[in-house]
């Protein structure tokens, strides 16, 4: 099915490492890191899983190299400095 997308311009906050990942996996599945946004998302709102085995373990040594060793459960817990 192809469906015609309108794609906006968008300024979020992330965590600096969880970023880093996020890119370092869509260069590695040569997509951008939008894409593989729109992706997990997709994926997420039908509570299917977004990877392959391969690219899990992909993602376990991406968060090796960036040190991020947050889980899903951690997310309700991120608290910000602010100074």
Request: charged share 40%; proline share 1%.
């Amino acid at each position: 099915m192809d469906q015609k997308t309108e794609r906006t311009q968008t300024g979020i906050r992330i965590e600096k490492r969880l970023l880093k990942v996020l890119k370092g996996l869509a260069e590695s599945l040569d997509m951008t890191l939008g894409d593989l946004i729109e992706g997990i998302a997709l994926h997420s709102f039908e509570n299917k899983p977004a990877f392959s085995e391969e690219t899990l373990e992909k993602i376990k040594q991406l968060k090796k190299v960036y040190d991020l060793d947050w889980t899903a459960e951690d997310s309700h817990r991120f608290k910000e400095d602010r100074e």
